[in-house]
């Protein structure tokens, strides 16, 4: 099949990109800027309908767009996030009602922060959003909102939770703190992380564009079936990486810290424990269940150039 990437050219975009290809697909990147690569790029300027429409006849949809939520939680920034998000979705929005045809498939990323701060409680597809933080909640609904008006067959609203995977900011910070003997919990350590090793997000896609059973719609969590607590990952890093034990990080520190790496410190303090559903009650086969393995497989991929 076609596929459509808007956000082709980020961490989790370039390797979707490269999946599809690998198996046989056509895939075109809607990019701001043309770049050398393995892809057909077509530029956009994210915000208007333009020349571009036409790659979308037929074509199933991939929307990723969107800045990096590693920011201090400004106002300025705020509202960058949301802007980065809403207006490539809009213009997406605008174009599929230009089409000849119903989009067959349109998958749009969104992120389990939607939910907030959740505390203990247990998050399945059916959980409805939180009210805040706004540099959270707020721009993953503003997000999602944006799409509700899209000209498709089938919409399925992506909630992903933390991506593990090689030579990305998060997995990257994460381990640089574990070596630097940084690796105890954050805050209380009790907030929850859902998490989902990269070769299983990619075959969550993959089962979202490309139904083998009942296709989806709707809001789908694509996250691994066990989150654990924050001192349970700062703790799996460690013997990952063959560290002993590290002093915990109180909040407070976390907080002066978060202005110095000019970061935003709800991301490590805040948690959610959600599930994915309605993957499992489909019989969906997480490779990499178990963080411990799913940490030891990356190592092992990074030290082999994979």
């Known amino acids: 099949m076609k596929v459509v990437v808007a956000g082709g050219s980020g961490a989790l975009g370039s390797r979707l990109?490269?999946?599809?290809?690998?198996?046989?697909?056509?895939?075109?990147?809607?990019?701001?800027?043309?770049?050398?690569?393995?892809?057909?790029?077509?530029?956009?300027?994210?915000?208007?309908?333009?020349?571009?429409?036409?790659?979308?006849?037929?074509?199933?949809?991939?929307?990723?767009a969107g800045e990096l939520v590693d920011r201090r939680p400004t106002p300025a920034n705020l509202d960058l996030l949301t802007r980065s998000r809403v207006e490539p979705t809009r213009a997406l929005v605008e174009t599929s009602a230009t089409l000849s045809s119903?989009?067959?498939?349109?998958?749009?990323?969104?992120?389990?922060?939607?939910?907030?701060?959740?505390?203990?409680?247990?998050?399945?597809?059916?959980?409805?959003?939180?009210?805040?933080?706004?540099?959270?909640?707020?721009?993953?609904?503003?997000?999602?909102?944006?799409?509700?008006?899209?000209?498709?067959?089938?919409?399925?609203?992506?909630?992903t939770g933390i991506v593990l995977d090689n030579d990305t900011p998060a997995l990257d910070r994460l381990r640089a703190l574990a070596r630097w003997g940084l690796g105890g919990r954050v805050g209380s350590g009790r907030q929850w992380v859902s998490w989902i090793h990269i070769e299983d997000w990619l075959a969550v896609v993959r089962a979202m564009l490309l139904p083998t059973g009942p296709a989806m719609s709707g809001v789908v969590h694509a996250t691994g079936p066990h989150p654990v607590r924050n001192a349970d990952l700062m703790a799996a890093l460690r013997a990952d990486a063959g560290r002993p034990a590290a002093p915990p990080t109180p909040r407070a520190l976390v907080r002066l810290g978060a202005v110095l790496l000019r970061t935003d410190p709800a991301l490590a303090l805040t948690g959610r424990r959600a599930i994915p559903a309605r993957l499992l009650d489909a019989g969906f086969d997480f490779r990499h269940p178990d963080l411990a393995e799913a940490l030891a497989d990356l190592r092992l991929r990074h030290r082999a150039g994979g």
Request: net charge negative; charged share 25%; glycine share 8%.
């Open 102 to 159: 119903l989009v067959p498939v349109w998958l749009q990323s969104s992120t389990l922060a939607i939910y907030g701060d959740a505390g203990e409680q247990v998050l399945d597809e059916s959980a409805p959003p939180a009210d805040g933080p706004p540099q959270m909640a707020g721009v993953a609904k503003a997000w999602e909102l944006a799409a509700r008006e899209a000209n498709t067959e089938r919409m399925v609203t992506l909630r």
């Open 17 to 64: 990109c490269e999946d599809l290809a690998n198996r046989g697909h056509e895939v075109v990147v809607l990019t701001r800027r043309s770049r050398t690569g393995p892809f057909r790029q077509v530029e956009w300027d994210g915000r208007t309908v333009g020349s571009w429409r036409t790659e979308l006849e037929g074509s199933a949809v991939v929307n990723l």
